[in-house]
């Protein structure tokens, strides 16, 4: 009689994951006593279409791509925040990876389907792509707006930042986002 594996891991996964919508989410990383954010949305500036929270997140835990682009400021920043420390001769893969097993920061991500809140999106076509990237982008911000700036990951800097005029539509659903989300830490 084989002993069954103690220590198996099984993946579960809801296709939600996979399904590309216009979403903005927040991802929380409690480092010890300290807990900082980092603000995203799925539209594309380079192609026309959303992503999937799936890849989204897939492109935050990149290790291969910690240089450039919005994808890497979450890891860049744990390891600028001395959170996650590199060993002489260790990869950015091994270090992250050690990190998280450790817990060294816990991440959790909560995602808003921007598709929800505004029925007028709802009937934007696919040629619309970018007036919906812009309307996230907006709420993006909204967000950002709402959060303690000295415990955010994003870089407030980064190219037409500040140019985004958030309307009142999208301050109604970022403040709707933020409600929804200090609740959430509120309960767990």
């Known amino acids: 009689m084989i002993d069954p594996i103690k220590n198996k891991l099984q993946l579960n996964y809801d296709s939600e994951w996979f399904t590309s919508r ?6 929380k990383i409690a480092v010890g ?5 980092y603000v995203g949305q799925t539209g594309d500036r380079h192609f026309v279409a959303a992503r999937s929270p799936f890849y989204r997140l897939w492109g935050h835990f990149n290790p291969y791509n910690l240089k450039k682009g919005t994808d890497s400021q979450l890891m ?3 390891f600028k925040r001395n959170v996650f420390r590199k060993k002489d001769g260790d990869s950015n893969r091994l270090t992250i990876d050690r ?3 450790k817990k060294d920061a816990v991440i959790t991500a909560q995602f808003y389907p921007i598709y929800d809140f505004e029925d007028n999106f709802k009937q934007l076509s696919k040629k619309n792509h970018k ?3 812009v309307f996230v982008e907006q709420i993006e911000k909204g967000v950002m ?4 700036a000295t415990f955010l990951f994003n870089d407030l ?3 037409g930042f500040d140019k985004i005029i958030v309307s009142d539509e999208a301050r109604r659903i970022s403040k709707t986002i933020l409600e929804d989300f200090k ?3 509120l309960t767990s």
Not at 22 to 27: G, N, S
Not at 33 to 37: A, G, L, R, S
Not at 145 to 148: I, T
């Open 183 to 185: 609740n959430e830490r």
């Open 157 to 159: 800097t980064k190219k």
């Open 99 to 101: 990190a998280l097993a």
């Open 22 to 27: 216009y979403y903005v989410y927040i991802i």
């Open 76 to 78: 860049s920043n744990l």
């Open 131 to 133: 007036n919906k990237r």
């Open 145 to 148: 707006e709402g959060l303690d």
């Open 33 to 37: 006593n300290n807990t900082y954010y």
